[in-house]
């Protein structure tokens, strides 16, 4: 499958979701979506049909304001029939604006920031424990790294060892009130995460190529956790969205929405 051809398709039903439904968070879903397709469609073992199975790898989408990105793939995939998400954010639907567990495919809720990294490290724990073989994934946003919790699960992760864990941080350097350097700053990343004992990789995060490559390397890492730096691009694929702040949480209007869907649609044409 041509992976990056994929990611366009895939930013295209983001649009759409967000566009027809009035709401979503569309600057960070085309940031972390390349993330997303990656290790769906490649590297993560699990299926819809075995979701219950003890040794699935287990996936935390710890950034839960981002699930459109992770409907579209889900839906692509036939965890659940793409015609539900039809009552996306209405009344009444399970199809919310943040990941619940009462969808197949989605292992955990999630939405409050912080708890992903420390609710996989449980996982990654009891993996361990019960001598298996599965790995577990957790995507976090930067502006997430603000969160107490983080840096309690970092702590964890690094001293139990857990090289059955692999975190990567959507590092767009935005977050909803701007840029994260100003907000809160986290830079040097690399070296904070490294001191608490963690294999640090830093890569080009909208590049389905390199995050593959990513994602191997921190298999074969032995005796620590994995952080994959995936130095992203906010809004990534759409010009007017890319690098944007405003976008974090914004409504295309019905011409934003067409010109956007061009773009994305060019895009597309050009990976294949
Ligand atoms: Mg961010």
Not at 44 to 67: A, C, Q, T, W, Y
Not at 153 to 158: C, E, L, P, S, V
Not at 194 to 200: I, L, P
Request: with cysteine.
């Amino acid at each position: 499958m041509n992976l990056k051809a994929k990611t366009f398709e895939l930013r295209k039903d983001v649009l759409t979701l967000i566009h027809r439904a009035r709401t979503g968070h569309i600057g960070g879903d085309f940031s972390v979506i390349d993330i997303l397709t990656v290790l769906y469609y490649k590297q993560m073992n699990i299926s819809p049909e075995k979701m219950d199975h003890p040794d699935r790898d287990r996936f935390v989408l710890s950034k839960g304001h981002s699930v459109e990105a992770l409907y579209a793939i889900l839906s692509d995939l036939g965890f659940f029939p793409k015609s539900e998400l039809d009552n996306y954010s209405q009344y009444g639907s399970k199809y919310i604006g943040h990941p619940n567990n009462k969808i197949n495919g989605i292992e955990m809720n999630s939405g409050s920031l912080g708890h992903g990294l420390p609710v996989s490290i449980g996982m990654a724990l009891a993996g361990k424990l019960d001598q298996k073989d599965y790995r577990v994934y957790t995507v976090m946003g930067d502006g997430e790294l603000a969160e107490g919790s983080v840096w309690e699960g970092a702590m964890a992760a690094g001293h139990y060892r857990l090289d059955n864990l692999c975190a990567v941080v959507d590092r767009n350097r935005l977050q909803i009130s701007g840029g994260t350097e100003t907000v809160m700053a986290h830079d040097p990343l690399e070296l904070r995460f490294a001191s608490f004992g963690w294999n640090v990789l830093s890569i080009p995060g909208n590049d389905v190529d390199a995050l593959n490559d990513a994602f191997d390397l921190a298999r074969r890492a032995k005796g620590k956790p994995t952080v994959i730096i995936a130095n992203t691009t906010k809004g990534c694929g759409v010009s007017f969205m890319e690098n944007q702040a405003g976008w974090h949480h914004r409504v295309p209007t019905d011409e934003e929405y067409q010109k956007g869907m061009e773009e994305l649609e060019q895009r597309r044409l050009a990976a294949l």
